[in-house]
Every structure is written in C-alpha cells, then in structure tokens.
C-alpha cells in the first residue's frame, strides 16, 4: 500500500459499527499491521468488547483533542513512529467531532479534507465512520465529498463517486454573537489600528490576561493576513459579552483553496500560512468560509456566555 487510503462508513446501530469496524481491525491483525482505535468512549467500548485480548492499540479519539490541528500532529507523530520502525501498512478506525456529538464542525469538515495531504506520506488505511443517528445531513454531506474512499456495506471498499478535492461545501455559520451590532466595526484599517481598537473593546471583560493577549494577537494577524492576500475592501468587526470575544475579518478575495492552511504550521510564507496556524493552535475556534460578498476568518477567544 501506498500513501494514505481516506474511507468512510455510515451505519445506523452500534451492530452495524462493529461489522464495519472488526473485520476491518482483525484483517490488519491478521497481516501483521499496527491497528489503532481512535473513536469516542462508547465505540471504544464496544470495540473492546468485541475485539477481548487483541493486540489493537487504543488511542485517544479525535474529540479528545480541542483542535484539529493538535489531532494532526498527534497522529503524524504515531504514524511516523510505526512506520520508522518498519511498518508496512497501519489500520485506524477513528471517529471525528460534529454538531451531533456537541462540536463544531467548520474546522473538522476542513480536517476531513485536509488529511488528505496531511497523511498522504503515510501507507495508512484510515476508516471514519459516522453514525446515521446522529450526523447531521449536511455533515453526511461534507463527509460524501471528503473521502475518496467509502464502505457502501460491510466488507466492501468502493472508490466514492462523491469525492471532491479540495475544502468542504457546507457553509460557514455566523456566532451566535453576532445576532447584536459589533462593538467594534472598522473599514480598512490598520493592524495597529486594530490592536488598539481591540484592546479598547475588551478591556472591561473576564478575560484572562492569555485570553486577552490571544484576542488582540489573533485580530492583528487576521487583519494583517485579510490586508496582504485579500481584495479590498477589508472589514474588521468584533462582538464580545462576559468571558468571550469573537472577532470577524472579510474582504472580496476567494480566500485560500488549500485545506491545510491554517491546520498545519508552513514557511511558504513569511506571515499568512504560520500565523493562520498559530491562531489554530491558540484560539478556541476558527472558522474560515465563503459566500456571496467574499471571504470571512472568524475567530472565537475565551469561555462560553
């Protein structure tokens, strides 16, 4: 095997999990691959079950970890270890957050496409399988367009005619902040500008001095990232209440089409690509999407209202 083979699965009981899932573990047992288990408490669980005393290794799922990008490393670092020490071909049965199981989704419909590339030096067979019961329809949808892989039935391993390159389709949702005016609401400006601007606007909140220093950092790069590589004009506007801040950034640009960006860290260039993954690294959320008027990076700093 070459490279990493992305598949998915649907299934609508837990016996339908384990019939995608076990043959799927037991096979690589048999030829000697390192198999992982990387899913929610209750599908390890079953698999455990299923499974008794197999060599499978069992890992913390994918909603174990905060952001994708720290998922991404994660599993690099575990693929790069197998394979380092001779593996020919590794198995894992992961699970990845949605809105059914309480997570957004924006940045791991991005994960799904991304990992694509990410994983792609890797001779990994990589198995999502989502549950019917719970998913969405516009993440099944998301989910059809990302793996160019899928199981159709049990035991069967199909290249998926829904398969697109490139980012996910579902649109991006506004925060649920920005149902009221912003607080701030500037046209063009300057990252200084911004920084004090910001800084202003937050200065009364309960928010962490690292909250804080992440709110104004992440506006600065945001704009800074919208001023460089976007279409004028730029619009900055935040939204804040209690312990939390949400800062938008549009412009009329197509925004990036690889999606990578802002999920693993690049030198590519001097600022846009390291900073959009630093601001993946140390904001609670950051969702990037198109529409009609343009491109918007909207970021989430602090706890919940």
């Known amino acids: 095997m070459t490279g990493f083979f992305h598949e998915t699965a649907f299934y609508g009981t837990d016996d339908d999990f384990l019939a995608h899932a076990v043959p799927f573990l037991e096979d690589g047992l048999r030829a000697g691959e390192p198999s992982v288990v990387a899913c929610t408490e209750y599908n390890t669980a079953l698999l ?12 913390p799922g994918a909603d174990q970890y905060s952001r994708p990008c720290d998922a991404i490393a994660t599993y690099r670092d575990l693929f790069r270890e197998h394979t380092d020490d ?3 071909q590794m198995r894992v049965v992961g699970d ?3 809105p059914g199981t309480g997570a ?17 030096e890797f001779p990994v067979w990589g198995l999502c399988p989502y549950d019917t019961r719970t998913t969405p329809a516009e993440v099944l949808a998301d989910v059809v367009r990302t793996h160019p892989n899928i199981a159709a039935a049990p035991g069967t391993h199909e290249v ?19 149902e009221k005016p912003p607080l701030v609401d500037l046209v063009a400006p300057t990252a200084s500008a911004v920084r004090e601007a910001v800084g202003a606007a937050i200065s009364g909140l309960e928010l962490s001095e690292d909250a804080a220093h992440d709110a104004v950092y992440a506006a600065s790069e945001v704009v800074t990232n919208g001023l460089t590589h976007g279409v004028a004009p730029v619009r900055f506007r935040l939204w804040a209440h209690g312990s939390r801040v949400v800062v938008a950034v549009s412009d009329r640009g ?21 900073g959009l993954w630093i601001l993946h690294r140390t904001c609670d959320y950051v969702s990037m999407g198109r529409d009609a008027d343009g491109f918007t990076v909207r970021v989430s700093v602090g706890g919940q209202t």
């Open 48 to 59: 455990r079950g299923a499974l008794g005393r197999s060599t499978v290794l069992y890992r």
């Open 86 to 88: 001779g593996a020919r």
């Open 96 to 98: 990845v957050p949605h």
């Open 104 to 120: 957004s989704w924006d940045w791991w419909a991005r994960y799904e496409a991304a990992v694509n590339q990410a994983y792609a």
């Open 160 to 178: 998926n005619p829904g398969y697109r390159e490139g980012l996910a389709g579902s649109p991006q949702l506004p925060d649920e902040l920005e």
């Open 254 to 274: 197509p925004g990036p089409t690889d999606p990578l960006a802002g999920l693993v860290p690049t030198t590519e260039t001097r600022s846009a690509g390291l």
